[in-house]
């Protein structure tokens, strides 16, 4: 299979990014957190699994960029930071000193050509639900000319299934025209994931964000409310929305900015996006235009994001056109 190597290098990175992340939530300190200058919150978790993951991609793909969320200037910032990311990622690399950590923050992504091969990586979408406990991703993928061809979501919070909900930790995947697949966080368990088969949009329920300023959810409801739609949306931090629509849980996905001159970030989209197409849904803006990757690191042409399991996907952007 195409992409075979990049995928096993990128499943590995972003298990071993998840274990750090669970390791630092179920600690009995408080996990230490700053603001960043757009005044969201960043923990020490955050920083120590794009570390990893960096290191692990730059061993077998130097000439890659590695465009991610964290930047090594929040470190700068925070001095005292530095060091308790170093005493995390210690535990998996016990070599790695401050200069390198710095320098791998910034791995590539200050000028990247988003028409070429580059990786993008959220070290833990949604750090709010990171330190509320709830849910959170690890999201890597792989693009090549503006195309996401390879994605990887650690989800450490998801039930494995609805049966065993107390049994915690999925990891979800998917490379270009492969299908999309979900394990669990251990590498166990591989099975292959569909999006569910509802074509009646009354019987649909619909994702969002937990967070209020991440997505209007009055204007989500009022387009439920036109599709006649009655169950009461599922609220989720995350690209684990993309992971519940992979795997049946739910049929729309729908992030309406509350700003409307907020775009989306790459990283934010690139991962969940591959993994719900290849598990037979449909991702597109609120035009039902697809997502260009290819712009930078935002998605400057998209306003928007809905995803569905594809046989819905024209009534709500009916219902989308009548009420926005
Ligand atoms: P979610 O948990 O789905 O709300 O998504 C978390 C992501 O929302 C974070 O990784 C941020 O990049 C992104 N985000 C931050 N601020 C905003 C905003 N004002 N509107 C939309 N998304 C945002
Ligand atoms: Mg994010």
């Known amino acids: 299979m195409i992409f075979e190597k990049e995928l096993t290098v990128a499943i590995s990175a972003v298990q071993k990014a998840s274990r750090i992340c669970k390791m630092v939530s179920e600690s ?10 757009d005044h969201s919150p960043v923990s020490i978790a955050d920083l120590a699994s794009q570390a990893l993951i960096t290191l692990a991609l730059r061993d077998y793909y130097p000439g890659d960029p590695i465009v991610g969320e964290e930047e090594a200037k929040t470190i700068q910032q925070h001095e005292h930071f530095g060091n308790k990311v170093l005493d995390l990622i210690q535990k998996e690399t016990p070599t790695l000193n401050l200069e390198t950590l710095l320098e791998i923050m ?26 509320r406990g709830d849910q959170f991703a690890v999201a890597l993928a792989l693009l090549e000319q503006g195309q996401v061809v390879l994605g990887v979501l650690g989800c450490p919070n998801m039930a494995i299934n609805s049966i065993e909900s107390q049994n915690r930790g999925v990891l979800l995947y998917a490379v270009k025209g492969h299908g999309a697949f979900m394990m669990h966080l251990n590498g166990q368990n591989t099975q292959k994931v569909f999006v ?21 959810h009055d204007q989500h409801q009022k387009i439920a409310d036109a599709l006649g739609i009655t169950a009461s949306p599922c609220r989720m931090d995350s690209q684990v929305k ?83």
């Open 28 to 37: 009995s300190s408080a996990i230490s957190s700053v603001q960043k200058e």
């Open 106 to 131: 910034d791995y590539g992504s200050k000028s990247f050509d988003s028409n070429k091969r580059f990786w993008t990586v959220d070290p833990i979408d949604g750090t709010k639900g990171f330190l």
């Open 196 to 216: 569910d088969s509802i074509s009646k949009v009354t019987m649909a329920r619909f994702c969002e964000s937990v967070e209020i300023n991440h997505a209007s």
């Open 242 to 324: 993309y992971a519940a629509l992979a795997r049946g849980q739910a049929s729309i996905y729908l992030r309406l900015p509350r700003k409307k001159d907020y775009r989306e970030k790459i990283w934010d989209h690139a991962a969940g996006s591959i993994i719900v197409e290849e598990a037979g849904g449909k991702v597109t803006d609120f035009k039902g235009n697809p997502l260009q990757f290819n712009l930078g690191k935002n998605l400057e042409n998209n306003i928007g994001i809905l995803a569905t399991n594809k046989h819905l996907h024209t009534q709500v952007l009916e219902a989308i056109a009548e009420v926005i």
